[in-house]
């Protein structure tokens, strides 16, 4: 059984920093591309970064240069380390896995606010 899990979300600062876990098993983690996506509640899905199995990664231009995608093979982990928040981050991030299949984790919430 596949299973994407996300953690590390919660309440924050505008211009204070969070990081994102995704835990994935069943999958053989380290040949999939992986990436976060976020959703604001009646809007489309939008991919904020992705990592690909090889290392090369790609950023939403609305957080290039606050956010910072990596991957721990030897764990089976993904990471999202998010500086200088704004309250536009404010979301629910998704973790996902393509390869053969794409996968989903259930998703973990950012706010920003004061």
């Known amino acids: 059984q596949v299973q994407l899990v996300e953690s590390g979300g919660g309440l924050v600062q505008p211009g204070g920093s969070l990081r994102l876990s995704c835990v994935a098993s069943?999958?053989?983690?380290?040949?999939?591309?992986m990436a976060w996506y976020r959703q604001i509640p009646g809007k489309q899905r939008e991919l904020v970064a992705l990592?690909?199995?090889?290392?090369?990664?790609t950023y939403a231009d609305s957080v290039k240069g606050r956010f910072t995608i990596s991957r721990d093979n030897a764990k089976n982990t993904m990471y999202l380390q998010m500086n200088s928040l704004k309250p536009e981050d404010t979301a629910v991030y998704y973790c996902?896995?393509?390869?053969?299949?794409?996968?989903w984790g259930q998703g973990t919430q950012v706010t920003v606010s004061s």
């Open positions: 069943g999958i053989t983690f380290s040949i999939y591309h």
């Open positions: 996902n896995a393509d390869r053969t299949r794409n996968y």
């Open positions: 990592i690909t199995s090889g290392g090369a990664t």
